[in-house]
């Protein structure tokens, strides 16, 4: 019996000494993630189709020469396009993030959810009523698309008697996307807007300018900030509903303000760079099994990991097949199918 208890001892003080070190294995992530990032950002300014040294990139931002085109090419297209790759993959990692520790669905994410899909149809009604719309116009109905397509699955996972569980809210994802992503084929055909929307399908930043980054950069920092806000919130509603009432947790508001944060981020970085899935699916789950299930450390760690992989992934698809770029939504998708395969063989456990 004594042993029995001295085993148990043993193992509960490896859990305490484990959670202790949880917050100092975050921050050391945290610390290098953002140093590394940092690094592959300047790799993304580095490579591509026009020879560029280190050099003309230093001069290109000290001393910038505007009628130099090797200067034009870095400040015009290359730094924008890095920099946008970062925040677009810390806002889908977020998003994830959010998602699954709200819905306690380890398939949770904005591909999946209905999101992106709904973002997607939006975007292809405004390109069929204006040819020709601003960043502005598409960034707002990317916006409005992923409140309709996030709608519908939550709307219809409802409305059963046993209410909102996992598995309902998969399959009503899946099925809500399979028809929304129907729809805007339909109107892709129909209005012959097929070229203009080829980019959206893809994935990818290789188009971005720096208009896209003035308007991605202050709604996904502002989008990030309350979502660090509802890192405790989010922790306490992972536990389940009951427990999170129980602990006093306005359970309705918090998902009310969870669900806007995600819709804020997915819409911003849809409207930018297309469809780009599995950041939002991959992501948590390795910050998850790296820091553990606090999410005032996964939030944060997340977005600098969602953040790096896009910038990896998006330097990847000009390396591939030079001097021709493969859209970075392939790239990243070679490295979430197994992974969402895996996933749903273990059929969600372990959130």
Known sequence: M??????????????????????????????LGTVVLILSIALSVLYGAADINLQTIWHSVTQFDPTQSAHQVIRNLRIPRGLAAALIGAALAVSGAIMQGMTRNALASPSIMGVTAGAGFTMAIALAINPQPSSIMMMLSAFVGA????????GVGTISK???????????????????SALSSAFTIHFNIAKDLSFWYAGGVASVQWVHVQLLAPVTIIGLIISLFLAKSITVLNLGDDVAKGLGQQTVLVKVIAIIVVL??????????????FIGLVIPHITRFLVGVNYRWIIPTAAVLGALLLVLAD?????????????VGTVTALVGVPFFLYLARKEGRGL
């Open 264 to 277: 804020i981020l997915t819409g911003a970085a849809v409207s930018v760079a297309g469809t780009i899935g």
């Open 315 to 327: 330097t990847a698809s000009r390396m591939i097949n030079p001097p021709f770029e493969t859209p």
């Open 147 to 154: 409140g309709l397509g996030a709608g519908i699955v939550f």
């Open 2 to 31: 004594s042993q029995r208890s001295n085993k148990m001892a043993v193992h509960s003080a490896k859990q305490k000494n484990s959670d202790k070190s949880r917050p100092f294995v975050a921050s050391m992530i945290l610390i």
């Open 162 to 180: 046993s209410g909102l569980t996992p598995v309902k809210l998969a399959l009503a994802g899946t099925a809500v996307t399979t028809m929304l």
